[in-house]
């Protein structure tokens, strides 16, 4: 169905898109406002969670960054900015959907790392780790400038399930599916991954410290 | 007068840079002591504030970064570890001229920022964006090296002064005044800017922390 | 002797870089151990440490990044983590040969960022530069990452060895040696200051912090 209409596809994706990097935004945004960071600080932390993975794959891939070609990401987040100010409060019930939106975000930004690193002609498992960097890095970002430890190194499973989703779409590249159906299945499968990692606190297991055991 | 005698203009404009990139040196170095890092630490702390935004503006607009052109920002950044080094006594004492000297570099590391910006045939919203960041990225870098929450997220206004400057250069320029009157203007309007901020204790609203309101 | 046999050489400098990548990335990885991250945040220090200080490097030079052509440096970052998972109570043993590998890494590192800087016609003084960068960098993103001051700022002398070999070889350039002969020299200088500076706690001197002198 989608594949018959191109066009309703891509105003899902760019929908999608920008749930996603709302949701990006919103999550570098809050973290700052928990620090006291100023109205300044929030909008930097929110806009390096939303463009900091896409810049650091554009960069090493030798393109333009994304963001400098279309003033949405901006947009996007001065907006997001602005309902962190105004409805800092209602923000907490809303923990569930922040967490779907984020998760969005992580797949559709996977699967926009894969697509570029391919288009510049680089092998699957430099766009798997580049799908990654897209969807994970700006989360690290954040918590640099936070001065906090990266919590995608300890938390529930986050960037494994960007990996994970890579995977499966190398699989299903090879496999001769065309690039909507691989795509529409790599979303389903990172969504899938995270949400049931939330649900049942799925981590990967720590590293061992080797002076205590 | 300045426009009638390009040189004149052209060694102002010299001086005035590596006073900048003298006084963010010196800032980065400071701060470096502070944490009793060792000359090593200082020099990179120093280089990092001195040559840092640029660097990042440089590398996203595909350019060799500037800093690679030139001798005089390491030689530069090398005099500021020697001053700090056998003068740190006399340092203190002179908070005010670092204030100007340091506020001086961040009105011509924007204007910078954006004129480059604008060669390379970009929007002037990203060119905005760039003289931010070559201006005030630097001594965000620094503060991560440092261990230490980014300064400039919290305290008087600094990274605005710079952004009001671009907003201020984009309305002359489409007025159509030419690229020197507009220089002028921005960074007269970025020192004041930031100077009356640093007076009166200006600073933009902090994000609420809405765990605690 | 090595002249004369480019073969045996090409595979002895391979070698080496196997295991000065290897090093570098099980320095990354038992830091994260040390701080409780997860394997994935075990991966991403030892990665960082291992091609940090090249990616900057190429990405400066507009060059692609070099893991990005070969999946050596990952697979290298994998075998590391599988020796600290499985083997972190005998690493504490081998605290010799770690450092011991570690300024291997260190020397060729720098080596690969002299001559890829020359190869793209910069100045030698940028080359000096980029190649403790190469060799200096990813230690500095590990300890960013891990929320910590870099300990290259305090430590034992650790890049100011690299800078001492990027002097060796620029004058043994100037000289008119060969490349093969300046490198092996500029390789033995970097690790005696290295293991020199670690047996007798040869440090650069601190900085004094104004407020308390």
Redesign the interface.
Known sequence: MINSNPEVAHTVQQLIEFIGTFAFAISG??M???????????F??GFAVAIGGG?IRD??L?A??FW?TS?IY?VCTVFALLV??LF??S??RMENAWLVFDTFGLALFTIAGLQKTLLYE??F??AI?MGCITGAAGG?IRD???????V???KDIY??ASVAGGLVYWLLTLAGLNVGLSSITTFLVICLIRFLAVRYHI?????????R?
């Open positions: 945004i809050r700052a406002a928990a620090k006291h960071f100023d109205w300044f600080g929030g930097v932390c810049t960069v090493m030798g333009t960054p400098m003033s901006v962190v100010i800092a409060k923000l907490n680089h092998s498992w430099v780790i690290i640099v400038l936070l001065n906090q430890e990266p995608i190194f300890r960037a494994m981590s990967l297991p720590i590293l061992r410290d080797e002076k055991n």
